[in-house]
Structures are given as structure tokens and as C-alpha cells.
């Protein structure tokens, strides 16, 4: 159906860099978004966070600690500190395999560092960390005239956040995400009220869950897939969208190679 298809959000299953390429460089920052713009992936999915003093910035966990050299929790952090730490070294030390030169000293990104690159040259996938910075991501996104240019979703595990946002931005695509004990348990009739669609770890996903969230009107997405025969499988049950943080798999794989 029409509602199963949100406009120009590309054909077939939607590819979704999952924090960028992280399987190639640090999550969150440039260069991985980068990585992620050539391998053709049709979203860069982006976890957001609020300093302190009120910036937007892109990370995953509302600690540093994991993915930078500094220490602190974000919200008690001022951009300017934020600033100062390398988020990329962290990355050539964990994974020697893939590390790089060019990731010592890299950046954490503010949002509008992403948005001011990027451009519509891609699509956004924007997951709220935390109900505090909703309105402060939204009015970012009308600056930046994303929301009329359909070119981002917003997902968060957050139901409440996602229904206030509705409720201004009704055309604005939605998706709820779930984790592996409420997606079985799920009311997904009152998630179609204010959501396009659902985001669901893969590993307890099956065909008839897929079946029964389309017949009530609901996009499924699924995180966070890396191996191809995962993503064969899925894409076989009907799949509408896939988290990887390797969408060159999930590009050859698209183009039968
Ligand atoms: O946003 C989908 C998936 O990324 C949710 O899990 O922890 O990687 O943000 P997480
Ligand atoms: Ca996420």
C-alpha cells in the first residue's frame, strides 16, 4: 500500500549505515559517513546527543569514554570539551585490522557539521538518545529544510518522544524502535497511530512477524545485520530497511553480485 512507501526513500530495502561505515571507522565521525556516502548506503543513521550548553553532537553512548580519549557524560559536558577529544584513535587500538592513520585526532561531529557536509547529497536517519534535545533536533532539521525535502526519518526507543512529534510533524517519518523482549510483546496497532514503521533487533525476527506488522500497515526495519546470509535471509522475508555497518555487503547484495 501508499503508506508502506514513503517517497524517495530509495528502491527496495533501505540501506542504513549503521553510526556511518562502523565497520571500517570510527562510528560517528566524518570519516565514517564518508565511507558510508560511497558505498552508496541510502541513509546515515546518526545517535544523537545534547551538550551541555546546547549543541547537538553525534554519538551513541551518552559517555565518552567508549569511543573518545576523554571521560564525562555528554549532558555534562560544554561543546568546547566535547571539541578537544580525539574520537578516532580509540578505534586503530580496538580494531588493528581496519585502523587507519587518517582516524588519529579525528572529531566528534555536531549535527550541523553532518547536515552543513552532507547536504541532501544523502539521507538522515536520526535516532533521539534523549527526549531533552527533541526540540532543539527538530528546529535544526528546519533549518536545514530536511523535513520538506523528505530526506530524514527519526527513530527512537522513546514512544513518548515519537508521539509528541507526531503530533507537530505529522508527515514526518517515524519509526519505533523495540528491543528483543517488547517487540513479542508489542501494542503495534497503537505504534501505526503515530509511526510509519517499527525497528527490531534481527535475531528474533521471522517471517510471520514481518507478515503481520505489513498487514497492519507498518514498515519493519532491522538492526543491526552484518552478515550477508542474515541479510539474504531477511531481505527474502521482505525487509524493508536494514541497520549494517557494512553497506557494501548490503549494496553487492542489492545489485546481485
Ligand atoms: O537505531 C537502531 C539501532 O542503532 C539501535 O541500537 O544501540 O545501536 O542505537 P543502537
Ligand atoms: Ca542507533
Do not use: C
Request: hydrophobic share 40%; glycine share 6%.
Amino acid at each position: 500500500s501508499e503508506a508502506l512507501e514513503p517517497k524517495n526513500f530509495g528502491s527496495g530495502v533501505l540501506n542504513i549505515a549503521h553510526r556511518g561505515a562502523s565497520g571500517y571507522a570510527p562510528e560517528h565521525t566524518m570519516i565514517a559517513y564518508q565511507i558510508a556516502g560511497e558505498m552508496e548506503a541510502d541513509f546515515l543513521e546518526i545517535d544523537v546527543h545534547m551538550t551541555s550548553d546546547d549543541v547537538l553532537v553525534a554519538m551513541h553512548d551518552e559517555d565518552v569514554a567508549r569511543t573518545t580519549d576523554g571521560e564525562g557524560f555528554i549532558q555534562e559536558m560544554k561543546h568546547a570539551e566535547i571539541d578537544k577529544l580525539d574520537a578516532g584513535s580509540w578505534f586503530n587500538q580496538a580494531y588493528p585490522d581496519q585502523a587507519d592513520k587518517r582516524y588519529e585526532q579525528v572529531r566528534v561531529p555536531k549535527l550541523t557539521d553532518i547536515f552543513d557536509h552532507f547536504g541532501t547529497s544523502t539521507k538522515y536517519y536520526i535516532e533521539i538518545k534523549n527526549a531533552a534535545s527533541a526540540d532543539l533536533l527538530l528546529q535544526t532539521l528546519e533549518d536545514y529544510q530536511l523535513i520538506e525535502k523528505n530526506a530524514v526519518i527519526i527513530q527512537s526507543f522513546d514512544s513518548a518522544v515519537l508521539q509528541k512529534i507526531y503530533e507537530q510533524y505529522p508527515s514526518l517519518p517515524l519509526i519505533q524502535l523495540l528491543g528483543k523482549n517488547k517487540m513479542l510483546f508489542a501494542n503495534y496497532k497503537k505504534i501505526r497511530k503515530y509511526a510509519v514503521g517499527v525497528g527490531l533487533p534481527y535475531q528474533k525476527l521471522n517471517q510471520r512477524l514481518i507478515r503481520h506488522l505489513h498487514r497492519n500497515g507498518l514498515l519493519v526495519h532491522t538492526y543491526t545485520v552484518n552478515d550477508e546470509a542474515d541479510m539474504k535471509r531477511l531481505i527474502e522475508w521482505g525487509i524493508d530497511g536494514i541497520f549494517t555497518d557494512y553497506p557494501d555487503r548490503l549494496y553487492d547484495i542489492k545489485e546481485n553480485r
